[in-house]
């Protein structure tokens, strides 16, 4: 099946500054597998956030489905 892989905040320089991917990825995968398969190994980044599958935050084992828009956060901080 594929999806989409879109990087927000700091983690676009994992895709060399590109924001979006397009990726092939198996039947039944998760979030956390899309992203290792697109060479995010998200949690050995330290700034890691959350994902959202199609607008909606879910956690990093959720399963994806064909068409899938994955988008990943970076953590955000302030005061």
Known sequence: M????KLRGSLIKYF????????????DCSAEEALKLAGIDWPKIE?????????????????LQDGDELKAYSKI???
Not at 16 to 27: A, D, S
């Open 77 to 79: 901080s302030g005061g």
């Open 2 to 5: 594929v999806i989409t892989i």
């Open 16 to 27: 060399n500054g590109q924001r979006e991917k397009t990726i092939e990825v198996p039947l």
């Open 47 to 63: 700034n890691f956030g959350f994902v959202a599958i199609n607008g909606k935050r879910v956690m990093i084992y959720d399963k």
